[in-house]
């Protein structure tokens, strides 16, 4: 197990004691099972992220077409003349 070192705001400091004391679990064990979770949820969006650079850096971008058909799907309108 590794240990990390964090500086938070004090009222985040006693929202985790409180929760500490209230659940009988260490602030450690909050804060790795708060870590996971968060990385669990990003995940999708990193790997998204990761896709989409990767795409443009091969050169595939959506049309013109494609994008107004993307727009028009949600009642707006590309036509900026």
């Not at 500490?20 to 804060?31: E, L, Y």
């Not at 995940?43 to 494609?66: L, P, Y």
């Amino acid at each position: 197990m590794s240990t990390v070192t964090a500086r938070i705001p004090e009222n985040v400091a006693a929202k985790l004691n409180e929760f500490a004391k209230a659940t009988n679990r260490s602030k450690s064990f909050i804060v790795a099972k708060a870590l996971e979770q968060f990385f669990e949820e990003q995940a999708w969006q990193v790997a998204r992220i990761n896709k989409s650079i990767a795409q443009a850096d091969a050169g595939e971008f959506a049309t013109e077409a494609e994008i107004k058909e993307e727009f028009a799907k949600w009642g707006l309108g590309l036509d900026a003349d």
